[in-house]
């Protein structure tokens, strides 16, 4: 049910690409969209309150891993300011990539 509900709530906001194609007036498309995002953002912290705790922070930390493997990736090639500057923050980038 609250994985559901999150990809519920991606839906609503992909929906929101769709409301400039509408028939409806400026002030009908301004309604539909304030209606999809609280309709999104209110399935999002329903999922979250029935997934819990643990089960978002399991995500948020697979979501921070890549992340942060997609920068580590750009600065090993080159496109990355300060390529051969080796500081503080690429060695704590290294040991979460490690974990």
Same mark, same amino acid.
């Given at each position: ?11 609503? !906001? ?11 007036? +400026? %002030?009908? #498309?301004? &309604?539909? %969209? ?7 953002? +209110? %399935?999002?912290?329903? +999922?979250?309150?029935?997934?819990? #705790?643990?089960?978002? %922070?399991? !995500? ?11 920068? +580590? ?11 051969? =500057? #080796? =500081?503080?923050?690429? =060695? &704590? ?5 490690? =974990?």
């Amino acid at each position: 049910m609250g994985l559901m509900l999150v990809v519920l709530s991606f839906a609503f !906001y992909g929906a929101l690409m769709l409301v400039p194609f509408t028939p409806f007036s +400026a %002030s009908g #498309k301004l &309604q539909l %969209s304030a209606g999809l995002i609280i309709m999104g953002e +209110a %399935s999002f912290w329903i +999922a979250v309150l029935i997934l819990g #705790k643990e089960m978002v %922070s399991k !995500y948020r930390h697979i979501l921070l891993r890549n992340w942060l493997g997609t920068a +580590a990736r750009a600065k090993e090639a080159g496109s990355l300011k300060g390529e051969n =500057n #080796k =500081n503080a923050g690429d =060695n &704590q980038v290294s040991a979460i990539l490690k =974990n």
